[in-house]
């Protein structure tokens, strides 16, 4: 799999939630299931991966442009994500 990311979408997630978009490569090789993300029109299909990283469950917000996976967002599962994801 090929990734890539915009280097100052990078920086405002790990302000945000504390992890650099490089860990979305190790959430997506863990992945135990992923969702597509219907909350509003992007205009892409963007996908929700969930997987494991360490102990932890994360959650990786990716498209696909031409068999590159485009990482979004990478942050750590809620409560309620870990219930689901976790069973």
């Known amino acids: 799999m090929e990734f890539q990311f915009d280097s100052e979408k990078d ?3 790990r302000a945000k939630h504390g992890v650099s ?3 979305g490569a ?3 090789a863990n992945r135990v299931g992923e969702v597509v993300d219907e909350r ?3 205009g892409e299909v963007r996908i929700n991966a969930f997987g494991m990283v360490n102990d932890r469950l994360f959650v ?3 498209t ?3 068999r590159i ?3 979004i967002s ?5 409560r309620q994500e870990r219930r689901i994801w976790l069973q």
């Open 26 to 28: 190790v959430v997506l």
């Open 21 to 23: 978009l490089v860990l």
């Open 40 to 42: 509003f029109e992007y």
């Open 74 to 78: 990478v942050r750590k599962a809620s």
């Open 11 to 13: 920086a405002a997630n």
């Open 64 to 66: 696909v442009r031409d």
């Open 69 to 71: 996976y485009r990482l």
């Open 60 to 62: 990786c917000t990716y």
